[in-house]
């Protein structure tokens, strides 16, 4: 496959700029007639409420993690699925990766990888993200598509301008330091600006060693003459990174257009719950956006492009000799996205407001594996193309209306459809052997191309009968076209399955390409209790159903190639696995709420925060759970403020894990509980972060940590002794940290 973007980029660029010109020139006379408008690169939104976190809320969270996943963390009924230091995926509600669309700065991206190593989120920077925004899975279709649980939107701070006639020069540095895994890091971004024009720049670095959990989880081992990490270190966990980006923006009184461009360099990120380490991840972004403000109503339009080249590799906690095996398992993976939206939000007198949209989004996926050398056996002397050639295009049009029928009573009623279009060409194994020859020729023998029509409808009722009550109640038909690794890896073979794995279970995955795409029909509500002013104390409860037809799932594979019989009835060991469709069920509750305890100015204020999710999922065509829900959870916290100064001290609960995938051999997790204490000052332009993560040191393992494969040979199925089946990922131990930022 061929990564000839720039004369796409240039095309649809200028057709973007010729559609701009021209609803300038048909809407002359209204923009005569506007009034001064300056636009900053936001417009408000009326989706449902969802969940919000602002900067302020960020800030604190920057301090404790390099991984923008991570900032999420006190948003009710999202969790985290573990997976490297810089790429944990977002679980919302048991649903997880592509199930949920990610968007980071108005843009959806694609993990590349067949563990997903390159997550969405982990292309944005922590200390870049400004706010984010999460809606569930019965969000308004305007939120976007292609998602059956919900729309995580992370944004940057949009651009800042001088006032008329001065120049601006201000930005802002930031270092931290974390005690467990000895990490650190920088961040830096600047912008000279006058009234017009805005130019900035941004660049981070992070870098971190294996973390220690809090006590020894596994007994030590040797194997092919080396000694093996033990005790307390998690191994493949170190990570190190560098994010860089210019971006340019020019407004006036009514639109606003920016450019940027970024590249991304991970010469080195582990990841204990897979076989294999990311030993590079180099990708160049380019971001178009356009927002005008018209007398007709507003014009929002982006065009992006990236490409990304991913190797994976044993990295030095896994096994990288194999006598003649010199140069491990080499895996390579190279992406082109090419994508674009236009939304009209039109307003239709005072009730009314017609929000119209397309989408579209281009995506080239080239998967192969090199020869180890020759000699080499099984992986030799040919390359093994995973997913050869595989594109994934889609075309999406919506229209939305929402009604405001009187100050109490709002509706949104959304239509959103779509095509995908998948295919991808023959493969072949390292050689001609019957374990790569029998299933490449089943592969090669099937039709690859798929076109999905898929429809997302939603409906949302919110009344709002005084400043101190909100309710909401709404439904939604999602769907979700299966992602390239789903329908294309073909190798049953246990060594080639294994490394197509990105639910960190240890299993190994083939794909099939007859499924269909997932659609979830999903009925939320909330009530929402505060006090007037929002602050005194406020409650939200939000219970959720949601029944999945053609749930993506996995049975077990019955031939010689898989293991025969033995993958069909083990229950203590790893299994090979194939997609395929099922039926499922989701249901639970997420609560929040607040109280204020004391307030004076004096000691400030004290504020009692609280929130407990549970969710439960089930497949109803077998009868098992399904994998990686997180079990009943709560985190308490008192916050203390006092002017500048914030003070946290939290306590997280977690029940034991013991409903788990069967047909996964999911490892059972024990419940546990953790302290975490974190401080904030603010002096003029100077914040100070610090503060201790698992106080008391007590020692747990990550209900959504997948399974422990972090060293040894890790290219056998079912090693024994270090690497075996049974244990899950550790948590970090006691960690103290400290963060200082600088703005100017």
Known sequence: ???????????????????????????????????????????????????????????????????????????????????????????????ADDRLLVKTDGISLIASCPNHMNSPLSYMDASKVDSVQVYNGSAPVSAGGDNIGGVIVAKAAAPRFAETGQTLLTGQMGAYYRSNGDASGANLSATVANDHVSINYSGSTARSGDYDAAAPFKKAGASSGRAWLDGTTVGSSAYNTQNHEVSVAWRDSYQLLEAKVGVQSTPYEGFANQRMDMTDNSSSQFNLHYNGQFGWGELDARLYDQYVRHSMNFGDDKQTVYGIYQNGMPMDTASHTLGGALLLDLPLGQRDKLKLGSEFQRYGLNDWWPSAGS???????NTFWNIKNGTRDKLDLF?????????????????????????????????????????????????????????????????????????????AQKTRSPNLYER???????????????????????????????????????????????????????????????????????????GGSSNLTSTNSYVTLQYVNQNAQLYGVDVSGKLRLANGPQYGSVDATAQLSYTRGENLTTGDNLYNIMPLNAKLALVHSLGQWSNTAELQLV??????????????????????LRSRYEWKQFSVDVGVD???????????????????????????????????????????????????
């Open 1 to 95: 496959m061929q990564y000839h973007q720039k004369p796409a980029v240039l095309a649809v660029t200028l057709a973007l700029a010729a559609l701009c010109q021209g609803a300038l020139a048909e809407d002359n006379n209204a923009l005569q007639s506007m009034p001064e408008v300056v636009v900053h690169g936001t417009r408000p939104d009326s989706l449902a409420a969802g969940s919000t976190l602002d900067a302020a809320q960020l800030a604190a969270q920057k301090a404790r993690s390099s991984d923008s996943a991570q900032l999420l963390q006190d948003i009710p009924g999202l969790s985290l699925h573990g997976a490297g230091g810089l790429s944990s995926l977002p679980v919302l509600r048991g649903l």
């Open 375 to 381: 000699g080499m056996g099984m992986m030799s002397p």
């Open 399 to 475: 229209a939305e209306w929402q009604a405001d029928w009187t100050p109490q009573w709002r509706s949104i009623l959304g239509l959103r459809a779509s095509q995908v279009k998948s295919n991808a060409d023959n493969v072949a194994g390292y050689n001609s052997m019957a374990s790569y020859a029998t299933d490449a020729a089943a592969f090669n023998a099937l039709n690859h191309q798929q076109t999905d029509h898929n429809i997302d409808l939603s409906a949302l009722a919110r009344y709002t009968p005084s400043a101190g009550q909100q309710y909401e109640l709404a439904y």
């Open 488 to 562: 294309y890896t073909w190798s049953s073979m246990g060594m080639a399955a294994i490394m197509n794995n990105f639910a960190g279970d240890g299993n190994g995955y083939f794909g099939n390409p007859n499924l269909k795409p997932e659609v979830a029909h999903t009925l939320s509500s909330s009530a929402d209790w505060h006090a007037a002013d929002g602050s005194a104390w406020g409650l939200k409860i939000s219970p959720y159903y949601s029944y999945v037809q053609n749930y993506i799932d996995a049975q077990r594979c019955g031939t010689s190639l898989c």
């Open 655 to 676: 029940r034991a894990k013991t409903d788990v995938s069967a047909v996964r051999n999911e490892i059972k997790t024990p419940g546990y509980s953790l302290f975490n």
């Open 694 to 744: 698992n106080v008391f040191n007590r020692y747990y393992v990550q209900p959504l940590g997948g399974a422990y494969t972090g060293q040894g040979m890790t290219m056998a199925k079912n090693p024994s002794g270090v690497g075996a089946w049974g244990t899950g990922v550790p948590g970090a131990a006691r960690s103290l940290y400290t963060a200082l930022n600088y703005r100017f």
